[in-house]
């Protein structure tokens, strides 16, 4: 995949605070959030044991997701675990908004 791609993911009015979504790339799943108005991305894929992250709690306020796994928490905004058994990060990718429509950068 050329570096820089960027992939359509769904119009804003489609992810309201509190919402995700999972949208897949190539072999990868990444989740679009919606913490407060601020849209993130995240690799859906724990870093511990590569469970889906998505399947466990969201906490839009906190902007967390917790793997239903083993209990790791990572944060959103930088894919960093705040407590153990992860401790490496998990991959997150930038976020454009633009004329309303929600776009994904993946290199």
């Known amino acids: 995949m050329p570096s820089d791609t960027i992939i359509d993911v769904c119009p804003l009015s489609e992810l309201p605070p509190g919402a995700h979504k999972v949208v897949e790339v190539d072999d990868l799943e990444i989740a679009v959030v919606n913490c407060g108005g601020e849209i993130l991305a995240i690799e859906d894929r724990c870093s511990h044991d590569d469970g889906i992250l998505f399947e466990g709690s969201f906490d839009a306020e906190r902007c967390t997701v917790e793997c239903p796994r083993h209990g790791s928490v990572f944060d959103l905004r930088t894919g960093n675990p705040l407590n ?24």
């Open 84 to 107: 153990l058994p992860a401790y490496q990060p998990v991959d997150t990718f930038p976020v454009l908004v633009e004329d309303g429509l929600i776009k994904l950068e993946v290199d």
